[in-house]
Each structure stands twice: as C-alpha cells, then as structure tokens.
C-alpha cells in the first residue's frame, strides 16, 4: 500500500502551476487536498508519473459573499466552508451539508475544488453545485471559462477539464426569497459514502404556489442526476403531498440510474430515492415557508 | 514516463523538534514518522484514510498522516501522540482516557488523543453528541466507544478545572 514513484513539485503560483500542467498533460495529476486522490495512489489505481501539488499557492483559498450568490477559492477546505458565517448565509445548503461530508480529519484537508475535479458520483459536492445551478472557472494557459455544474459533471470520475486546465473558483448562485432547501441521504454508517441521496431546491410564490423546484440525486448514476421532468413537474404546483409523490416517483422510477454492488442493490437504491425525495421537497418546502 | 528518482530535503518540527531528512516525495507522512524519525506512537491502520489510527496534528489541526505525502509538511508543525504529554506527566485528554478506560487494546488510540486533543481546543465544553462526531473519524474496534465518549467528556471537565 505504497505510491508508485513519482515526480513531484510544489509551485507557488497559479502560472507556474498551468505551465507545468502544460507541459506534462496526461502524465500529471494535480494534488489538492489528496483525500481522494492520496488513496487511490496508495492503492495504486492511480500512478501519476508527476504530481503538482496546489498546496502552496496562497490566493486560491476563499469564501467571498458577491452580488447574487457566492465565489469560493478551489483551495478552500471542507473545515473552512463548515464554519463559515458567508457559506452560512448565502449558500445554507452547502454549509449544512458540510458536516456530512467525511471525517474531521477529511474535512481539514479536502478542498472544494478537488472534490469537484474528482467527481465521484456518491459525493455531495458535485451534487449541491449543480442542485444550486453553479459555474466553475477552468482556467490553463490557454486562457479561462466558465462552465456550468450542468456541463461540468460528464460521467465516473469525468468531468469537461481538459489535461491543461484547473478549476480554479466557483461561483454559487443564492437561492431567491421564498426559497427552501434539503440534502437527504442514506449511509451504512454516518459519514460513510451514500447509498443513495437527494438535493432539493424549491422556490415557492406568495400563493404556496411552486415556481422553481430542482432535484438532484447522488449516488443513483454515474455523475449528480438532475431529475429535470419531475422537477419540472412540480412548477406552477401547490406542494401537496400528492405532487411531491408524483415527483418523486417520476424522478426515482424513469430519471435516475443506479447500480448494483455489494452495499445495496439497484433496486434498493431506487426505493431509497423515491422516500429520500420526498422527504427532500417536504422539508424544503417547510423551510421556504419559513417554518423551519 | 521512466521511474524518477527524485528526492526532496525536507526541513519540518516534529513535537517541537526540527528534523532534516532527505527523502522520496512519495514517502507519506505516516511512514516518514514511524520509518525516518523513528516516532512509533502514531499507527498505521488501513492507510487509505478510513480508520484514522494515523491521525496527527500539523498547525494545530487534525489530519490523516496516510493520506499526505512527507513533503507537504515542509516548514509546518507536526505534533504526535508523543508530543502531548510524558509516561510521568500525562495530557488531561491521555488521564482522561486512563482513568474513564478509554482504550483496550490501544492501536486505535494515539489517533483518538490527537483528534480530540485539537477538538477540545474548539470546544471545550462538547455534548456528548458532539464528542461522538468528534471521533467519528477513528475506528475502534475493542471499547463499543462508550468509555471512549466518557473519556472525552472527562477530559473537557479536566481542562476546564485546569483552567
């Protein structure tokens, strides 16, 4: 349980950091946190013949409150979006999630950028981003562009970064007034991977009447599963619990796509999805009512 | 790509030590420890970040030493289950674990000491569902983990009356 050799190197800056992307492509990995990618070398499924390592470079760790939503720095620890009062305000659904996510000792090293990057379809993070509608800067030598959480997440451990570039920040949008929010999932063991679970936005109108609504599920595909029928479904609708269990059956019958393996079986996932939704809009939907 | 074989002189304080030591950027923190600095005290479990036994301190804050490279501890502060007190004058979080019997075996518990040692820093006075989170990083796999949350709730008493 040893790493394969590896060249290493730490650069002190953004630039250096692109240039030496550049310069070894494929051959490169970049070490950011290392919580997921740290096990797969000591495992060996993973030999990266140069590691870069970010940990250095001082400017990519930040959680700034902007007009409209809020810009996080790709270095930004799991402990620091856990106990930031920003994160608290303007992105609740992410800072609530925060203390699910792994163990202490994870959470003082994993970094939001890495886990992004990494996009493994049973964490939290690729799932709150693209639930909340947020865009990444993939910045390289190149030059630099923003694409949406929507576009980001391709498949297993894939995302839309090309072997030059790095996500450098994100942008998360803040949910509009009236808006309630919810992550549900189910674990073996707290804090383990899920088994299966949902993140559900609602956005309700004076009337209780459902303007926008968004349902993502995690651990149910190969990448966060926008449910965008049943979530569609649910627009210009009172949330009764009828509708919500039409949504969820909708979302967790046709809309999502789980495996088997020796934690649970497909089907399993599928029944779990189709309870956690519901319990998702119905407690989001309490919280845009200001009941909780 | 061919093998490198690059190393990498690595200036780091340990327990309040310096250390120099030239060495692989693949060597992770745990081994480098346990192997290069001769510190035994911190264990090595499953090292793939699951069982926290390796769990040190670097500035303060707790981290798994298997899932970190040597390197990275370049100019920082490491503090091991050596570094918190001695066999004649223990930390109040080792008394603690002694006297509410917070370990049987012991692998799991140099982690254990130094993850709750960095959480009564924030939280001197948790419930006991909060000390549960605390160590929900380390497995044990002797004590059923009662006398363990014991063991924290009598070390933030200790700490306190300490002042």
Known sequence: ??????????????????????????????????????????????????????????????????????????????????????MAQHAPLIYSTMPKIAYPQVRTRGTFGGSLSHADPAAELPTLTTTLDAKFR??????????????????????????????????????????????????????????????????????????????????????????????????????????????????????????????????????????????????????????? | MEATNQKIELTVTVNGTRYEREIEPRMLLSDFLRHEIGLTGTHVGCEHGVCGACSVLMDDQPVRSCLMFAVQTQGHEITTVEGLGTM?????????????????????????LTTVTAFLETNPDPSEEEAREAISGNLCRCTGYQHIVDAVLLAAKKKQAAG
């Open chain 2, 88 to 112: 004649d004058a223990l930390s109040p979080v080792q008394q603690a674990f002694h006297e509410a019997h917070g370990l049987q075996c012991g692998f799991c518990t140099p982690g254990i």
């Open chain 1, 138 to 292: 993939l910045v390289s030598q190149r030059g630099e562009r923003w694409v949406p959480a929507s576009e980001f997440f391709l498949g297993l451990y894939t995302t839309a970064l090309e072997p030059d570039e790095i996500l450098a920040e994100g942008f998360v949008p803040e949910l509009p007034p009236r808006s309630g929010w919810s992550l549900q999932e189910v674990n073996r063991r707290k804090h383990d991977f899920a088994l299966a679970g949902v993140a559900a936005t609602v956005t309700l109108d004076e009337n209780d009447v459902c303007q926008n609504a968004r349902l993502v599920f995690l651990s149910v595909g190969d990448r966060p599963m926008y449910a965008e029928r049943a979530s569609t479904l649910l627009q210009g609708q009172a949330l009764t619990s009828e509708a919500i269990r039409a949504a969820a059956e909708l979302a967790s019958s046709e809309e999502i796509d789980p495996g088997d393996d020796i934690h649970a079986t497909a089907d399993f996932r599928r029944h779990l999805a189709n309870v956690l939704c519901k319990r998702a809009l119905e407690q989001a939907r309490q919280r845009a009512q200001g009941q909780k």
């Open chain 1, 1 to 86: 349980m040893k790493p394969a050799p590896f060249e290493y190197h730490a650069p002190t800056t953004l630039d250096d950091a692109l240039s030496l992307l550049t310069e070894h492509g494929y051959d490169a990995k970049v070490l950011a946190g290392g919580q997921s990618l740290v096990p797969m070398m000591n495992f060996r499924i993973a030999q990266p013949a140069v590691l870069i390592d970010i940990n250095n470079i001082p400017d990519l760790a930040y959680i700034n409150a902007e007009e409209g939503g809020v810009r996080v720095g790709a270095m930004t620890r799991h402990h620091q979006s856990e106990i930031s009062p920003i």
